[in-house]
């Protein structure tokens, strides 16, 4: 398998542009996350997916963030329009389970600069 | 949500040299999480330990758990240069989700 799959790697946007990140989890696996890292902040959840169903997006940050599984292949991160404070390294992770007692698989990330 | 606390921030060692680091948490759990991130990377999994467990092993790794202490320690022997990376703790958090710590950055010099 060729792991969590998430493009693009890099993104460099201007405030109030519309970014969309991917993410294709390991096949077999129901539960998806997204998280967002920053120095100051480390490691948040933002959105939890089980079965393609949105379980726990309490770590939205605000209306401007959406996230979509239209089928157990996809997912889509959505920032619109985007700002400054949104810059980070986006990860996207799976895990063949729906409770927290087996490890995640991660994508490698998109760093995602608005300037 | 609670999150684990590691100590120490930073870490710098010499290679063949034991590392280790500790995660601190607040309330109860039914297992603990480590994983490893190197620079620009994604985390990558190490070991999962459960409540019932106080000690396990995987390769040059050895983890503990102290669940009377709300604890759990990574230790890396002979520690390689390939083994700089940052490294978290990662607790249950609801149903199904984990909550990171912010990590302990360990550097290994040749």
């Known amino acids: 398998d060729a792991g969590v799959i998430q493009s693009p790697r890099h993104e460099v946007t201007e405030m109030g542009q519309e970014v969309t990140l991917r993410c294709k989890p390991i096949?077999?696996?129901?539960?998806l996350f997204w998280y967002r890292q920053t120095m100051m902040r480390g490691l948040e959840l933002l959105i939890y997916?089980?079965?393609?169903?949105?379980?726990?997006d309490s770590g939205m940050p605000e209306d401007r963030f959406s996230a979509k599984m239209p089928n157990a292949s996809f997912s889509t991160l959505k920032i619109q329009p985007s700002e400054p404070r949104d810059s980070a390294v986006y990860f996207c992770?799976?895990?063949?389970?729906?409770?927290?007692?087996?490890?995640?698989?991660f994508g490698s990330g998109t760093r995602l600069t608005v300037v | 949500s609670q999150q684990g606390e590691e100590d120490p921030q930073a870490l710098s060692i010499q290679e063949g040299e034991n590392a280790t680091m500790n995660c601190s948490y607040k309330?109860?759990?039914?297992?603990l999480q480590w994983y490893r991130q190197n620079s620009g990377r994604g985390l990558v999994h190490l070991i999962l330990i459960r409540s019932n467990e106080r000690e396990k092993h995987s390769g040059r790794l050895r983890v503990t758990l102290d669940t009377s202490k709300k604890s759990s320690s990574l230790l890396i022997t002979a520690s390689r240069a390939a083994d700089t990376a940052s490294y978290f703790c990662a607790i249950p958090s609801g149903y199904s989700t984990l909550t990171f710590g912010k990590g302990t950055m360990l550097l290994v010099s040749p």
């Open positions: 096949s077999g696996h129901n539960s």
């Open positions: 997916f089980n079965n393609n169903v949105p379980i726990d």
């Open positions: 309330t109860s759990i039914n297992n």
């Open positions: 992770a799976s895990s063949p389970r729906d409770r927290g007692d087996y490890g995640y698989t």
